[in-house]
């Protein structure tokens, strides 16, 4: 099934939408056992060419300080740590200066390259946090209840396809365009259809997961001169399938759901709040339900700050 939900803060201001992102997806738990993730918008508080990547490392001697030395043969690490995680794995995460964006997808590939090595993400105005297990579980690994920001997407994965580890955990994110994600419930049927042309435009795929597909191809189209709800109003025609998925920007979400109204979606918003989830229990988590929307078929919302 899968269980997908976003959150705004309205003000622009930093709220505790890690705390808050954990409430809801918890409330979605029963929808997808096997893995979560955050992307959590707006804390990072980064300088303009800074960039943090969360890399998965086997635990074994001198392979961190080989991804250090790819890394700092083009910038220099300005902070680091190591997160303990599960498998004997480990999370190596540092902060980093480049030029221009470009230089970022190039420099993970590099790293990719070694053995027993995976970047998860690389990323300037949002952080991303997946992993396996359940909700609760990755928030305490990983701290999610302290985090700060003006905006998040999650997701709560039940696998129907591809495999069940960190790698394959949603959001998926796409280096076309700086910090967009997304996070997806349902399935594309004509995958390959949309895959295929992008592709051929030199988009590179590192997965077979249908999400990283959807996250590319809306990148496409916004690099492309589209405006988010364009693009997510042109997805649902283009995407054949059940689905609903929302994306997230650094400026706010936006969410698509197919023409059949084949997978489920409410939103509630306040003065305050604007928020998006599979089901209301999970908005209720953060404000009061008095006025639920469902998502119709092949309905687009998009929610800026």
Not at 232 to 242: F, H, N, Y
Request: with cysteine.
């Amino acid at each position: 099934m899968c269980g997908i939900a976003g959150v705004v803060y309205k003000d622009k201001k930093l709220h505790p939408v890690g705390s808050d992102m954990t409430k809801m997806l918890d409330a979605l738990q029963h929808r997808g056992p096997d893995s979560a993730g955050f992307s959590i918008y707006g804390g990072l508080g980064l300088e303009d060419n800074e960039y943090l990547l969360n890399i998965e490392t086997k635990e074994k001697p001198g392979l961190i300080e080989s991804v250090k030395e790819i890394v700092e043969f083009l910038s220099p690490i300005k902070s680091e740590e190591i997160i303990p995680s599960v498998e004997n794995f480990s999370i190596y995460r540092c902060k980093i200066s480049l030029d221009q964006f470009s230089q970022l997808k190039p420099l993970i590939m590099d790293i990719d390259k070694l053995e027993d090595v995976m970047v998860l993400n690389g990323s300037h105005s949002f952080e991303m946090i997946k992993d396996v297990g359940s909700v609760l579980e990755i928030a305490d690994r990983y701290d999610t209840w302290s985090k700060m920001g003006t905006h998040a997407i999650g997701h709560t994965r039940f696998s129907t396809e591809s495999l069940v580890d960190r790698y394959h955990a949603h959001p998926f994110q796409t280096y076309i365009i700086p910090d967009i994600t997304v996070v997806h419930n349902g399935q594309i049927t004509n995958y390959w259809k949309i895959r295929d042309p992008l592709e051929r435009k030199g988009h590179i795929f590192e997965t077979n997961n249908d999400t990283e597909c959807i996250v590319h191809y809306v990148a496409d189209k916004l690099d492309n001169g589209y405006s988010l709800e364009e693009a997510l109003e042109q997805s649902v025609k283009d995407m054949d399938g059940p689905f609903s998925y929302i994306v997230g920007t650094p400026n706010g979400v936006g969410i698509a759901k197919d023409q059949l109204g084949l997978r489920p979606g409410v939103m509630s918003e306040n003065d305050d709040v604007f928020a998006i989830a599979s089901e209301e229990v999970s908005l209720r988590e953060v404000m009061d339900t008095h006025n639920v929307e469902q998502i119709s078929p092949g309905e687009v919302r998009v929610y800026e700050i």
